[in-house]
T-cell receptor
């Protein structure tokens, strides 16, 4: 069964460092997303990406964040100059079409900023 | 903006039915979902319902939607210990953003 894969599963970084979280969406999917879940809190939408550009972003997704699809298979989330409050589980998702019934989620990358 | 609310915790005995409730505010919601998250794991889509339906049954799962009251529920029949997890209600207008609830932690007591 096709799945969204994320690497690494856990990343520890020092405050102020840059991190790149990687995702491989399902191969025929066209829409890609990043969500974040701070421990014990809601899953929050960060950004959606289609046709090589951001199509929607939340207020959380400020200049510290960027996304990229560097090749035909990967979708990355870069966090520049990480802060303690960036510690969270980051989920990548993909869907075949807009308004599709299901966005498939990856297993998540747990980011710990120390 | 959109908001989705759930109770935080539910405890049931193995073999009983579980009912997890959710309310949402966006009357334009077109799809409503239930996701399951086991400890340390990702989000697994359990089931979904279109906003023009009021009930959907899928094996042990029954979803009820009251669109007038913007209330969604998930019933799990014959709850098993493997059902222990956090259950997230979520909605979308069919655009790109899915709005999640706070999650309900289901504890199944053997």
């Amino acid at each position: 069964e096709p799945e969204v894969t994320q690497t690494p599963s856990h990343q520890v970084t020092q405050m102020g460092q840059e991190v790149i979280l990687r995702c491989v969406p399902i191969s025929n999917h066209l829409y890609f997303y990043w969500y974040r879940q701070i421990l014990g809190q809601k899953v929050e939408f960060l950004v959606s990406f289609y046709n090589n550009e951001i199509s929607e972003k939340s207020e959380i997704f400020d200049d510290q964040f960027s996304v990229e699809r560097p090749d035909g298979s990967n979708f990355t989330l870069k966090i520049r100059s990480t802060k303690l409050e960036d510690s969270a589980m980051y989920f990548c998702a993909s869907s075949e079409a807009m308004g599709d019934t299901e966005a498939f989620f990856g297993q998540g990358t747990r980011l710990t900023v120390v | 903006g959109e908001d989705v609310e759930q109770s935080l915790f539910l405890s049931v005995r193995e073999g009983d039915s579980s009912v997890i409730n959710c309310t949402y505010t966006d009357s334009s919601s077109t799809y409503l979902y239930w996701y399951k998250q086991e400890p340390g794991a990702g989000l697994q889509l359990l089931t979904y319902i279109f906003s023009n339906m009021d009930m959907k049954q899928d094996q042990r799962l029954t979803v009820l939607l009251n669109k007038k009251d913007k209330h969604l529920s998930l019933r799990i029949a014959d709850t098993q210990t493997g059902d222990s997890a956090i259950y997230f209600c979520a909605e979308t207008r069919g655009y790109q953003k899915v709005t999640f609830g706070t999650g309900t932690k289901l504890q199944v007591i053997p």
